[in-house]
């Protein structure tokens, strides 16, 4: 049995994780008697020694006795006839009084209380557990006490401010859950379907207003693919060394880019390159299902890069239309290459020829049709790249902008030089790429300078020296390349009429910037 200081101690200690319910009407009273109004079914009577006494209607209560209730039994116990507590099936309470303060301690189940007068401002009377406390001052509600942790508070009248560890109000029609544990609380409504069977029996008197007949259930969000999706792939960069590139010379560089596979998805396709010493990179795809909520690996792998020995250059791109990436390949001795698209058949890349030619002499026109999208690597430690995607547009990407349709009838003549309408512009090196939609054969060379070109408002094909200077040779020419002409950079921005010395004017004979297309420093501005 606790002495009195022992329970002053305690009482302040739980005070300090109390729950202060606000509300009530008239009246003051103090709790000074107690009594087991009535119950039902199997209820058991224990005294301050826990000696069990049998219990009757009108039982005295005392402190340090305690009542307890088997399924389907009930017990009401009367506090000063202006306060009545409830026991549910299945419930245990202990109970301590001193002075005018009194306490019941749910040791398990369910407890109903409905005080319909204030108490007196010396007076106190506490619901509680172990380890949480609720002071009641005049309000009505329910405490349910699933373990020692938890508590928690339903109020169908008044208000409550909830403190274990934060301090969150409760009003009528809301449920604190307190968490000892956590030191949270959480506040949310309830509804009347909610109330338990042993509380509607006391509801006389009590109004529900406000209190809605049902809670709608919280709307799930819709599942988001692509978020499953980028969530997989961070894992699978974070072990990128575990796979097989089917090199025998890494170097143990790693990078990661997101594009598309499939036209008829916006779910990206993680590609993860390995390089080599060799100077070629294997890049393996991946490509999240949402069907099985799977990211599965393609059978197979793709490479770019330029190679030590024997000519080998290849360069990856996505595609325009958003179906696959664009493999470019070719050798720097003959200029023989090919344009692929490579996409996703099933678990297996499957590549497709759209072009083969000279890339010195011929035009693919791959970058028309579909368009060149530049792929943006990370290195692997960056995750940046995988905190949002937002899908390429839908439209291909274009070599040359749309310019008016030039008036033919007014270009001037120049004697035997070529003359064409365009506009002239000073390009970065990246700009050239974009503009041309290529990729650069030759990654990393030339990238601090800037591009002097004439952009032809249409397409025209010139006769024009080869690049050996021996011959010449007839080509479709997009822009002219006038980098190392003089005087010509007051004209950036406008479009004019220019012409050039065709037997100063070269086709390309390596994979230089601006690919495949002419130059000269032989410019003339007509007007």
Same mark, same amino acid.
């Given at each position: 049995?606790?002495?009195?200081?022992?329970?002053?101690?305690?009482?302040?200690?739980?005070?300090?994780?109390?729950?202060?319910?606000?509300?009530?009407?008239?009246?003051?009273?103090?709790?000074?008697?107690? #009594?087991?109004?009535?119950?039902? %079914?199997?209820?058991?009577?224990?005294?301050?020694?826990?000696?069990?006494? $049998?219990?009757?209607?009108?039982?005295?209560?005392?402190?340090?006795?305690?009542?307890?209730?088997?399924?389907?039994?009930? $017990?009401?116990?009367?506090?000063?006839?202006?306060?009545?507590?409830?026991?549910?099936?299945?419930?245990?309470? +202990?109970?301590?009084?001193?002075?005018?303060?009194?306490?019941?301690?749910?040791?398990?189940?369910?407890?109903?209380?409905? *005080?319909?007068?204030?108490?007196?401002?010396?007076?106190?009377?506490?619901? &509680?557990?172990?380890?949480?406390?609720?002071?009641?001052? !005049?309000?009505?509600?329910?405490?349910?006490?699933?373990?020692?942790?938890?508590?928690?508070?339903?109020?169908?009248?008044?208000?409550?401010?909830?403190?274990?560890?934060? /301090?969150?109000?409760?009003? +009528? !029609?809301?449920?604190?859950?307190?968490?000892?544990?956590?030191?949270?609380?959480? *506040?949310?409504?309830?509804?009347?379907?909610?109330?338990?069977?042993?509380?509607?029996?006391?509801?006389?008197?009590?109004?529900?207003?406000?209190?809605?007949?049902?809670?709608?259930?919280?709307?799930?969000?819709?599942?988001?693919?692509?978020?499953?999706?980028?969530?997989?792939?961070?894992?699978?960069?974070?072990?990128?060394?575990?796979?097989?590139?089917?090199?025998?010379?890494?170097?143990?560089?790693?990078?990661?880019?997101?594009?598309?596979?499939?036209?008829?998805?916006?779910?990206?396709?993680?590609?993860?390159?390995?390089?080599?010493?060799?100077?070629?990179?294997?890049?393996?795809?991946?490509?999240?299902?949402?069907?099985?909520?799977?990211? *599965?690996?393609?059978?197979?792998?793709?490479?770019?890069?330029?190679?030590?020995?024997?000519?080998?250059?290849?360069?990856?791109?996505? +595609?325009?239309?958003?179906?696959?990436?664009?493999?470019?390949?070719?050798?720097?001795?003959?200029?023989?290459?090919?344009?692929?698209?490579?996409?996703?058949?099933?678990?297996?890349?499957?590549?497709?020829?759209?072009?083969? %030619?000279?890339?010195?002499?011929? /035009?693919?026109?791959?970058?028309?049709?579909?368009?060149?999208?530049?792929?943006?690597?990370?290195?692997?430690?960056?995750?940046?790249?995988?905190?949002?995607?937002?899908?390429?547009?839908?439209?291909?990407?274009?070599?040359?902008?749309?310019?008016?349709?030039?008036?033919?009838? $007014?270009?001037?003549?120049?004697?035997? &030089?070529?003359?064409? #309408?365009?506009?002239?512009?000073?390009?970065?090196?990246?700009?050239?790429?974009?503009?041309?939609?290529?990729?650069?054969?030759?990654? !990393?060379?030339?990238?601090?300078?800037?591009?002097?070109?004439?952009?032809?408002?249409?397409?025209?094909?010139?006769?024009?020296?080869?690049?050996?200077?021996?011959?010449?040779?007839?080509?479709?020419?997009?822009?002219?390349?006038?980098?190392?002409?003089?005087?010509?950079?007051?004209?950036?921005?406008?479009?004019?009429?220019?012409?050039?010395?065709?037997?100063? /004017?070269?086709?390309?004979?390596?994979?230089?910037?601006?690919?495949?297309?002419?130059?000269?420093?032989?410019?003339?501005?007509?007007?």
């Amino acid at each position: 049995m606790k002495t009195r200081n022992q329970v002053r101690r305690c009482t302040a200690l739980l005070l300090a994780l109390s729950l202060l319910l606000l509300a009530g009407c008239g009246g003051k009273a103090a709790a000074t008697t107690m #009594r087991l109004m009535r119950t039902e %079914g199997e209820v058991g009577v224990s005294d301050d020694d826990g000696k069990s006494v $049998a219990p009757k209607e009108d039982l005295g209560l005392y402190s340090g006795y305690g009542v307890d209730t088997q399924s389907a039994s009930f $017990a009401w116990i009367n506090l000063d006839n202006v306060k009545l507590a409830k026991l549910d099936e299945k419930s245990e309470i +202990a109970i301590q009084k001193e002075d005018k303060h009194l306490e019941l301690e749910v040791k398990s189940g369910s407890l109903f209380f409905n *005080v319909t007068q204030p108490l007196e401002d010396d007076e106190t009377m506490n619901i &509680r557990t172990s380890s949480m406390l609720v002071g009641i001052r !005049g309000t009505c509600g329910w405490v349910e006490v699933p373990d020692a942790s938890h508590m928690n508070v339903y109020l169908l009248e008044g208000k409550v401010e909830c403190t274990a560890g934060v /301090t969150a109000t409760v009003s +009528a !029609g809301e449920v604190g859950r307190l968490d000892e544990t956590a030191g949270t609380v959480t *506040v949310e409504p309830f509804a009347q379907d909610a109330i338990p069977d042993f509380v509607r029996g006391e509801l006389d008197g009590i109004s529900l207003d406000g209190i809605p007949e049902t809670v709608e259930p919280p709307v799930e969000p819709e599942p988001d693919p692509i978020a499953d999706a980028l969530t997989q792939y961070r894992v699978i960069v974070a072990q990128a060394s575990a796979y097989d590139y089917g090199a025998d010379d890494p170097t143990g560089d790693y990078r990661y880019a997101l594009a598309r596979m499939r036209a008829d998805s916006d779910i990206p396709a993680l590609l993860l390159e390995q390089d080599t010493t060799f100077g070629i990179s294997n890049v393996l795809v991946f490509q999240y299902e949402p069907d099985n909520g799977q990211a *599965v690996q393609s059978d197979g792998t793709i490479s770019e890069g330029v190679a030590q020995a024997g000519g080998y250059r290849g360069s990856l791109s996505a +595609a325009g239309d958003g179906n696959g990436i664009l493999a470019t390949e070719f050798s720097s001795g003959s200029g023989m290459g090919s344009t692929s698209r490579v996409t996703l058949n099933g678990n297996s890349l499957q590549s497709t020829t759209l072009w083969e %030619g000279n890339v010195f002499e011929d /035009t693919d026109p791959t970058s028309e049709e579909i368009g060149y999208l530049e792929i943006d690597w990370n290195d692997i430690a960056d995750l940046s790249g995988l905190d949002s995607w937002t899908p390429p547009a839908g439209e291909p990407s274009q070599p040359v902008p749309d310019q008016p349709e030039p008036d033919e009838t $007014a270009l001037p003549t120049d004697g035997d &030089r070529i003359v064409f #309408r365009g506009t002239l512009g000073a390009y970065s090196y990246n700009e050239v790429l974009t503009l041309q939609g290529q990729s650069d054969p030759n990654p !990393g060379s030339d990238m601090g300078e800037t591009y002097y070109l004439i952009v032809l408002d249409e397409p025209q094909t010139m006769n024009l020296r080869s690049g050996d200077g021996l011959s010449s040779r007839d080509g479709e020419v997009h822009l002219v390349n006038i980098t190392y002409a003089e005087g010509i950079t007051q004209y950036i921005g406008q479009n004019l009429a220019f012409s050039i010395d065709p037997e100063q /004017t070269y086709w390309p004979s390596d994979t230089s910037l601006p690919l495949g297309e002419p130059s000269t420093d032989d410019v003339h501005v007509l007007s």
